[in-house]
């Protein structure tokens, strides 16, 4: 899919990064245990349709999403196959859900009373979740769960095809909170009169670094697919090596000398104490290049140089050691010669985890897709 832009800013996703880290997972789980893609908020920002296809091809045999119209998005895309949506959905999505064989969370009683649905057509298919601990959607008792159990088993048009649960803590080193959850976990699946077709319950970190039984029927392969540890802890004890699949760049538009006493952008907050080259990059903080991340260093000629001054919506200035050309690459995340910008350093600099960095690059940076170093 090639769509044309002007602007010379666009995140590279490199899907051969992403092929192989399914790829290493599914040679690290029993061959048993299927690979649910999770591609939420436009693949965490990497392009949900064209994630998906090479997860798939890489072994993933389940997509899961947050919200209908995420699952709809790729229904057109993939007519066949299986698709959950982990969220709330609304009752009145559960007849188009039925219609095109998407697989919605169930989470109370009262949200199966809710359901619009038409008995004469394709049941729909709902997995039960649990809140095992993380206090947002699901059923938190036994006896509420068995009532779901029961509710779902009894109303026309409904089938259980699978109970979850998810963890709060997995990526922590203290395990203490994670092992209160797999165990109530475990006391409610033994409470099921008849096991449905998915057991799931392991997010990313739990399924590289806690036991291989909880990886169950299916797991929920969500940050690493991308190449991203799920915390700074879990960078440590990663199973296999997984690749970054992200990168972000644009070029130099403008090149200036700035004399000693100048200054650059709003608030005059930088003022160059010798004569300092200065070049424009065409991305500010509308792109997701938020302010704090001004003095931020990015990538050129294979060197590490600063953002100075306040970022402005859509341009931003870095000092330059040199007189480089107009067009000239700069990286704001990826690698340049032996140098990288890691989205973790991003992270770090803005004090958020590194699941927010590719999902706050807004859409106006178009995602560029390739695959063996080609695009
Ligand atoms: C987002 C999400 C995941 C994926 O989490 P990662 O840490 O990215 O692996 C798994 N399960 C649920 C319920 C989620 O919402």
Redesign the pocket.
């Known amino acids: 899919m090639t769509t044309h832009f002007y602007r010379p800013t666009r995140a590279l996703i490199n899907l051969e990064a992403i092929k192989e880290n399914v790829r290493q997972l599914k040679e690290y789980l029993q061959p048993n245990v299927q690979i649910m893609a999770?591609v939420?908020a436009n693949a965490?920002g990497h392009g949900d349709v064209e994630v998906a296809e090479a997860a798939i091809e890489a072994g993933a045999t389940i997509l899961?999403v947050?919200t209908p119209d995420e699952a709809l998005h790729l229904r057109n895309f993939f007519p066949n196959i299986e698709i959950l949506i982990?969220?709330y959905s609304p009752g009145s999505f559960a007849q188009v859900a039925a219609n095109k064989n998407i697989t919605l969370t169930a989470f109370s009683t009262e949200w199966i009373s809710n359901l619009n649905l038409d008995y004469n057509n394709a049941p729909l298919k709902v997995h039960i979740k649990i809140d095992t601990g993380m206090g947002r959607i699901g059923v938190t008792t036994i006896s509420e769960f068995l009532s779901l159990y029961e509710l779902i088993g009894s109303t026309d048009g409904l089938m259980l095809d699978g109970v979850?649960t998810?963890f709060a803590t997995a990526?922590e080193e203290d395990d203490s909170y994670f092992v209160k959850q797999e165990t109530k976990f475990k006391e409610f699946i033994q409470m099921l009169p008849k096991k449905p077709r998915l057991v799931h319950a392991a997010?990313?970190?739990t399924m590289l670094t806690k036991e291989t039984s909880l990886h169950y029927d299916a797991v929920?392969?969500?940050?690493?697919m991308y190449g991203l540890a799920?915390s700074p802890y879990i960078k440590t004890k990663l199973p296999f090596p997984i690749q970054q699949a992200f990168s972000l760049e644009s070029e130099l538009v403008a090149v200036k000398l700035l004399q000693k006493g100048e200054s650059v952008g709003y608030g005059a907050t930088f003022t160059a104490n010798e004569p300092t080259y200065v070049g424009t990059i065409p991305i500010g903080y509308a792109d997701g290049l938020i302010r704090k991340l001004a003095g931020q260093e990015v990538l050129v000629d294979g060197k590490r140089v600063p953002i100075i001054g306040r970022i402005c919506m859509d341009q931003c200035m870095i000092a330059l050691p040199t007189a480089y050309n107009i067009g000239e690459k700069v990286t704001l995340i990826g690698k340049q010669k032996d140098e990288e910008i890691t989205i973790d350093e991003w992270a770090t600099k803005v004090e958020t985890i590194n699941?927010e960095i590719p999902c706050i690059i807004t859409a106006r940076v178009p995602r560029v897709h390739f695959a063996n170093n080609k695009f």
């Open positions: 999770v939420k965490y899961a947050a982990l969220g979850f998810h990526d997010n990313t970190a929920r392969f969500g940050i690493s799920p699941y």
